[in-house]
């Protein structure tokens, strides 16, 4: 799979290694195999520099901040830079009249 997306990637011209990628990163399968992937692209030199970013919406307790250590955790093991916020969605959507 990853050689066809590197041909895709070559012959449509989508990125160069000086193109950064930011991926966000939920935890769960699909954006962990988005991690992965890009990590995989860098390392080939199909893109740039890579960044790793999640966004903890409050709204799940403890299973959300578990959710935030792994994401944590898998940028380290990639050895890609992670950055993290957090946003209460629930007090946002209760003072902008949100359902």
Known sequence: ????????????????AATPVV?????GSDSTALAYLISDL????????????HVNHLLRGEDAYADQRFVEK???????PFFSCEID???LAKATGGG
């Open 1 to 16: 799979m990853i050689d066809a997306i590197e041909k895709t990637i070559r012959t449509q011209g989508l990125f160069s």
């Open 23 to 27: 991926a966000m990163v939920s935890g």
């Open 42 to 53: 860098y390392k080939r030199g199909l893109v740039g520099q890579p960044a790793i970013l």
């Open 74 to 80: 898998l940028a380290a093991h990639l050895e890609i």
């Open 89 to 91: 969605v629930a007090a």
